[in-house]
């Protein structure tokens, strides 16, 4: 029995609609829901709800806490585990951002370390959030240890990694192309951010 560890920290593939206030809210995981819809022959997923965030609101501390928690299932080298792998569910505004900083904090990991998220939320009848996902938990399988965005058909391993706005996806990183330093990351959310297009 293979067992992946599933990280979910909220984003847009985990909003749901409050009737109430007429929004989308990450208020709790659907991810149970979402794994009862895939048939998964010898594989048990560990779900672990660390937070239920949009991915704009997350701090350096968040980010530390994701690092701490795919320690802890035994992501790195100096920690063995029964885990086989780890996905990370995130929302995709700043899954680049946790990417790299995921990418800095484990320097040796000792799985694969899949990100994922998606655009529309998993409620949502045209969305591609049951796709990503089962992706990402294929990919923890046939990847070597690593930190990886996983999401439309394709792997991209970080830290080269941003998100493509203006295609709704995920490209790496042309050789030389400036991309933002975890250690420009503010601790406050990011102002500038477009919160609908996580």
Known sequence: MRLITLITTGGTIEKTYDEGSGELENRHSVVHRMLRRLRLTDTHINVIELMHKDSITLTNEDRRRIAETVHAVGGTVDLATETAGVVVLHGTDTLDRTGRWLHKAIWQPRVPI???????????TRTYALQNLTEAIFATGILTPGIYCVAHGQVLPF??????RSRSTFVATEPGEAIESIDSVSETPDANANSNAD
């Open 159 to 164: 830290p080269n990694v941003r998100k493509d």
């Open 114 to 124: 899949v990100l994922t998220g998606a655009m529309r939320t998993y409620e949502m």
